[in-house]
């Protein structure tokens, strides 16, 4: 998967036209719809493509560090994005003096490694606008205020998400029946369980992190922007990660 191909491409510009100022809300909801639509079909089409040629999409992965401030919020929002676009994620924390190193570790096959990336980018530097641009509340901490609407921006993202890979999973699936060809459902189940296989190989003796317990009150106001937000995206570099500034 290059920067040259065309679907990403027309992602990239799609997002630029929903960040458009000029754009009016119908447009750029209108841009954010397809831009969503895009990316779960490439990844459909990706998998389907790897049936004929397993070599062009591989199994790889991919360690991403994140910086202060919100790192455990921004780790999160990273690992739910990468599970819902059929990677998986290993949180992985690093003792160091003065506290903790926060890294992800990414396992998937390299189009849905790329798809992970540009969205999680995006969706990095969404938060930090939409958090610049909402007032703490009055007497309110400001970083437990934030903690929360990171939450909410998440898990509007992750439900989002969620049902743009299913609509694309059971169109396509529809239409491998009326052809006569190989399940599409089947297919990403394969995927998947040589995915899980790759994780495990790595690590062999896993922990459910436990969920962490938010006071602040900015969980509406994140749901409500993770529902605004684009999920087209720009690629991922090494510096994405400390956009939310304090």
């Known amino acids: 998967m290059t920067s040259t191909d065309p679907i990403l491409a027309k992602i990239r510009k799609l997002l630029a036209k929903a960040e458009d100022q000029a754009a009016t809300a119908e447009e750029s909801e209108l841009y954010t719809a397809k831009a969503t639509q895009l990316i779960a ?3 459909i089409d990706q998998a389907l493509l790897a049936l004929d040629d397993p070599d062009q999409d591989r199994i790889g992965d991919r360690v991403v560090s994140l910086d202060a401030p919100y790192a455990a919020d921004k780790a999160e929002l990273l690992c739910e994005v990468a599970q819902a676009l059929r990677c998986r994620a290993v949180l992985v924390t ?6 903790k190193e926060l890294s992800v570790h990414l396992f998937g096959h390299e189009s849905d490694l790329v798809r992970s990336d540009l969205l999680f980018t995006s969706l990095l530097l969404q938060a930090a606008t939409g958090l610049a641009r909402t007032p703490v509340p009055p007497r309110e901490h400001k970083a437990a205020f934030r903690r929360s609407w990171l939450a909410g921006f998440r898990m509007a ?9 299913q609509q694309a999973e059971t169109a396509a699936e529809q239409r491998s029946r009326a052809a006569g060809g190989a399940s ?3 297919v990403l189940a394969d995927r998947g369980e040589r995915v899980l296989d790759a994780m495990h190989r790595e690590y062999p003796s ?3 992190a436990r969920p962490r317990t938010l006071s602040g009150s900015g969980l509406p106001q994140g749901w409500a922007e993770g529902h605004r937000a684009d999920l087209g995206g720009s690629r ?3 510096t994405s990660a400390r956009h939310l500034e304090r």
Do not use: M, Q
């Open 236 to 238: 991922l570099d090494t």
């Open 41 to 43: 079909d490439y990844g």
């Open 206 to 208: 896993l922990r459910t």
């Open 157 to 165: 993202i992750t439900r989002r998400l969620a049902a743009a890979e």
């Open 94 to 99: 690093r003792r160091v003096p003065g506290g």
């Open 184 to 186: 599409a459902s089947l």
